[in-house]
């Protein structure tokens, strides 16, 4: 169960007050004591994550938030933590209670707005004495059916996970569709240098060579050190060549002329977010001058490293062609500016660590503010000036 990654997996998140009953029904849905459970308000500071399986979904990621309406000294930021959340969530389960409705109807708006699927719960039924006709009142006020349920009890817990499992729709993605099928020959070019971890191969890497095999695919790997050798040892030219993005130019010059290229990040961007966009984005080089400014965001929060693409080469490659006075701002994990109109441009990386509707939600407050958003691949291969010659999509 703990091998599918967090951003393979289906993200369920728990809204409501203080003492709603989130993290009793966490624990619940999880069978384990995953979040602590107290009656004092604000016992859940920070949002709780909790990975398992789910009949009818599968491989998902229960997230425990923080009161709604937490007024404790450090209450706004937890609140607004609750509200970064929203981000990554695919189906946001709101848990009404007898103390009221205004902050609750709020949220569903919000997911609404947002398409995020909802599931509004009466929850601790087991203590309301009038809790059949709360439920239909609640029913008519959000416009939805309300579930009602005691976590506590086990009361409606069954009725709940059906209708979790009927919010859930599962759209089938590949992360190499459309580059290659049953049959075809696929070369892995992937340099190995610090910044990958020891013993072991990233995210992205792991993830394309088990399509691929799933797929039916001939799957070689190697370096960049390596590609000659490896071309040579096979007996016709792969039909698919995918390269880490930091290594496109040297690979592009191996490159037989009868196999596509294309990278690992752009894949990703393809497969998480919007690569046609991400495409379009990368036009906005063009307007680029000294006195531009550049947010780049990270998925993953890390140490840097001496060759690392987001922090050392992509800032380097910018300043050497537009100016050192360049402006260029970097963010890494939950950190994300909320407005975005300060930057000419927004370079994400291939964000394997995040789930499809996080990096959608950055794209969007991209595209809504008016910002162009390019992906590490994407902009990697039009500064090498080989983005007309590498598949994007």
């Not at 660590?353 to 691949?377: D, P, W």
């Amino acid at each position: 169960m703990q091998t599918t990654p967090s951003s393979e997996r289906i993200h369920i998140a728990l809204y409501g007050r203080c003492n709603a009953g989130k993290s009793t029904l966490m624990n619940a849905l999880t069978g384990q004591e995953t979040a602590i459970v107290s009656s004092t308000p604000g016992t859940t500071t920070d949002p709780v994550r909790k990975a398992i399986e789910i009949n009818g979904v599968g491989a998902a990621v229960i997230i425990d938030t923080p009161g709604l309406d937490d007024n404790t000294i450090l209450g706004d930021k937890r609140v607004a933590r609750t509200a970064k959340t929203l981000d990554q969530t695919d189906i946001a389960i709101v848990l009404f209670t007898d103390k009221g409705y205004d902050i609750e109807l709020q949220l569903l708006d919000e997911c609404r707005i947002r398409e995020i699927k909802t599931i509004a719960v009466l929850s601790q039924v087991d203590t309301i004495d009038n809790a059949e006709a709360l439920a239909k009142q609640l029913t008519e006020l959000v416009g939805q059916p309300v579930v009602s349920i005691s976590a506590r009890t086990g009361e409606g817990m069954e009725r709940l996970q059906r209708a979790i499992a009927g919010a859930y729709s599962h759209e089938e993605r590949l992360i190499t569709e459309g580059f290659c099928s049953a049959g075809d020959t696929v070369l892995l070019v992937m340099p190995q240098d610090k910044s990958a971890p020891k013993g072991r191969l990233i995210q992205p890497q792991v993830q394309t060579i088990r399509e691929l095999l799933d797929r039916g695919c001939t799957t070689i790997c190697c370096t960049p050190d390596n590609m000659s050798q490896a071309l040579k040892a096979l007996a016709a030219p792969p039909h698919l060549i995918i390269t880490d993005s930091q290594a496109f130019n040297s690979v592009y010059e191996q490159k037989p002329a009868e196999s596509t290229l294309t990278s690992f990040s752009i894949l990703f961007a393809r497969y998480k977010g919007d690569i046609e966009l991400f495409v379009e984005g990368v036009k906005a080089l063009k307007g680029i001058t000294k006195e531009s400014r550049i947010l780049i965001a990270e998925a993953c929060t890390h140490q840097p490293q001496n060759e690392d693409i987001g922090r050392v080469k992509l800032p380097r490659l910018l300043r050497k062609r537009f100016g050192e006075e360049l402006r260029i701002d970097i963010v890494g994990g939950a950190e994300y500016p909320e407005d975005l109109t300060a930057y000419d441009l927004v370079i994400h990386c291939g964000a394997c660590m995040f789930n499809r509707k996080h990096v959608l939600s950055r794209v969007e407050r991209a595209r809504r503010q008016g910002v162009a958003i390019t992906n590490y691949g994407v902009i990697l291969a039009a500064l090498g000036g080989i983005l007309d010659r590498v598949k994007t999509h």
